[in-house]
């Protein structure tokens, strides 16, 4: 069966702190991957998407993420978190007209 | 700026009641999407639609039914709900093609009693 996993309920990380949230795929072919942000009793904002070329793919609000084919991953990273990045975040892939998500990573930046 | 809107924010309902959840898009986007987040299980795919009156079942498709009259309003329609429709529904949009990104609605947190 098709998945992405986000193996991390909760990531926690002291502002300053270099931050990484990790999301892993089993989806066939070459999937486009991208990570999404939802912060509290909103939707889902796209941040950034892969679909070919460089691995290190840069997004909005400072965020980026490394691709790694042979280990079929999809780290989001941030050199320095905020507080306000504290939100839910959500690893996704799409092949074959179809979307697969993962289960949400909840991030907190403590001051 | 693509804008993604659901009728309501939060609604409650009774058990066996018909409920109508409506979302319009104004970005001519070809596809819309209705999703269920529950907590630790992600989104769920429930319908999506690639064009006027298509429509295209996703992962759990039952209990719910899906209408597309026109291109910008995409509807999901619960013909009896229940209790474990509880949740919060996500509608989104995309154009057609490979590649391109999800906008997504507010949301509706759907409570049935």
């Known amino acids: 069966a098709q998945s992405v996993a986000q193996p991390e309920d909760q990531v926690n990380v002291a502002e300053g702190n270099p931050l990484t949230v990790k999301c892993t795929y089993s989806v066939s072919g070459n999937p486009y991957l991208f990570w999404y942000v939802q912060y509290p009793n909103r939707g889902l904002q796209f941040l950034l998407k892969?679909?070919?070329?460089?691995?290190l793919v840069k997004g909005s609000y400072g965020f980026e993420a490394e691709f790694n084919k042979s280990q079929t991953s999809f780290h989001l990273k941030k050199p320095s978190a905020l507080v306000s990045d504290s939100a839910l975040y959500f690893c996704?892939?799409?092949?074959?007209?179809?979307?697969?998500f993962g289960s949400g990573t909840k991030l907190n930046v403590k001051p | 700026d693509v804008k993604v809107t659901q009728s309501s924010r939060y609604l409650v309902k009774r058990t066996g009641e018909k409920v109508f959840l409506e979302c319009v898009q104004d970005m001519d986007h070809e596809n819309m999407f209705w999703y269920r987040q529950d907590p630790g299980l992600g989104l769920r795919l429930i319908y999506f639609?690639?064009?006027?009156?298509?429509?295209e079942k996703g992962d759990i498709p039952e209990g719910y039914s899906v209408s597309r009259e026109k291109k910008e309003r995409f509807s999901l329609i619960l013909e009896s709900a229940s209790t474990n429709q509880t949740s919060m529904y996500l509608c989104?949009?995309?154009?057609?093609?490979?590649?391109?990104?999800?906008?997504f609605g507010p949301g509706t947190r759907l409570t049935v009693t």
């Open positions: 996704a892939a799409y092949n074959f007209n179809k979307f697969y």
């Open positions: 639609s690639y064009d006027v009156k298509m429509k």
């Open positions: 892969y679909i070919t070329g460089d691995n």
């Open positions: 989104a949009s995309s154009l057609r093609g490979q590649g391109y990104e999800q906008y």
